[in-house]
């Protein structure tokens, strides 16, 4: 087993060779102390997607706690908050559902002008089998581009939208229409990581609408290229969850998608996100 140690402690074992990693021998229901937040911070950044694993339940307090390490947190433009908790997203399906969150691929919410940098994810009603969420490695989507294709793409910007989305989609879960935002924005659509420097792919099949100074043919024809190449499976990995496991993603180099396939059993958890960069 690919075990690492730490000098906090906390123990660090590979996912897959192409992403992600699973974390244990931390109770994140107690917090974290300076030596662990830089041992997380640090895999973060190398593995792109963290597993916190054998997990209790964290309080909404200690939730968002552990967000605000990473930075200021960020506000869902639409979907319904926990009461009280503004800066929580309940990600909640069940037998009345009519949507579930995150079923097509995507970069939490690509169409603010700021996209999150990252998000953390506790899942504490799962169904019986099935409710995974795969994730997409967009350096290595990058990476496997020819020379030639990197250098059609160099400088493009990318147009991201969420009305399509957005508008009507959150109104069974008590969300007012007219208390939504529908944010846009145009970001590069290859991006470097402010933290790692490495490149990235940076658009994805739910948000992003077009290139700018294209036709809608030509865009759509580079974007549905992009879209099927960045969906390859050798980029990808499947989570499958255990009760109260925590996943904490980085936004700005993956891509992922919630597989609804339990309906009508339920699947419950509590998201919070960390205001990002500006794309770059
Ligand atoms: C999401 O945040 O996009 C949903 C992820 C999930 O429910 O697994």
Known sequence: ????????????????????????????????????????????????????????????ELHLKFGKLFGELHMHPAAPSMNGYPEIFEIHAHKDSKV???????????CDITPPLGTMLQLHILPETGGDTMFSNMYEAYNELSNKYKTLLDGLIAIHESEHLYKGRYDDRGVNKDDIKTPAAKHPLIRTHPITGKKAIYVNRTFTTGIEGMSKYESSSILEFLFNHCEHVNFQIRYRWNKNDMAFWDNRCTMH???????????????????????I
């Open 1 to 60: 087993m690919n075990m690492m140690n730490t000098t906090s402690g906390i123990k660090i074992q590979k996912f897959s060779p192409n992403l992600g990693a699973i974390i244990t021998d931390v109770d994140l229901s107690k917090g974290v102390n300076d030596d662990q937040f830089k041992d997380i911070e640090k895999a973060f950044l190398e593995y792109q997607v963290l597993f916190f694993q054998n997990q209790n339940e964290i309080t909404p």
């Open 100 to 110: 579930a969150n995150g079923e097509f691929w995507h970069s939490d919410v690509s």
């Open 257 to 279: 998608r919630a597989i609804w396939d339990y309906w009508p059993n339920e699947r419950k958890g509590r998201r919070v996100t960390i205001k990002g960069d500006k794309p």
